[in-house]
């Protein structure tokens, strides 16, 4: 076991010699070539100053959420309008579209629907409850839908009542 121990390990050491001259001829011709340095550099071009003239308008990297039912002059008293003073719900944040029926509860008094929202949150609500961002209130609740009344803006200052119903999925 020694003698494969001494054949290998001088088996190492010849291979560490000291023939470096390619390195040294190599570092020689580097050396050898001059550096040729630039020593006019071209003038930079003339920049003109634009001054911002729109800082008191809308910024683009902000989000601004448009609604359409608040825009002046636009509200008409001679057709029917939803009641737009009135404090908005956390389920007005999401679309209708946007929710899924997941079941119905009842009790003697009250009957509730489950609804799953796109982000998982589940919630319950009752006849009369706001949800969509269209002033959707819950007007009935059945035993495997519920009906969603929205007012739908026409774009001249009046709105439109549309019935949406959600169905509960065979899932």
Known sequence: MKKLAVVVSSMF?????????????Y???VQADPVVFNET??????????PY???DLRSPFRYQ??????REGDNRNDCPQPDLERERGPLEAYGVDSFRLRGVMRDDIEQWALLQSSDGTVYSVKQGDYLGMFHGQVESIGQVELVVAEWIPDGR???TKRETQLAMANN
């Open 65 to 70: 959420r448009v609604r359409l039912d608040e």
């Open 13 to 25: 050491l010849s291979a560490c010699t000291n023939n470096l001259n390619d390195l040294h001829q």
């Open 157 to 159: 200052g009046c709105w």
């Open 41 to 50: 550099t071209p003038e930079p071009p003339e920049i003109t100053v634009v």
């Open 27 to 29: 570092v020689a011709e």
């Open 53 to 55: 003239s729109v800082a």
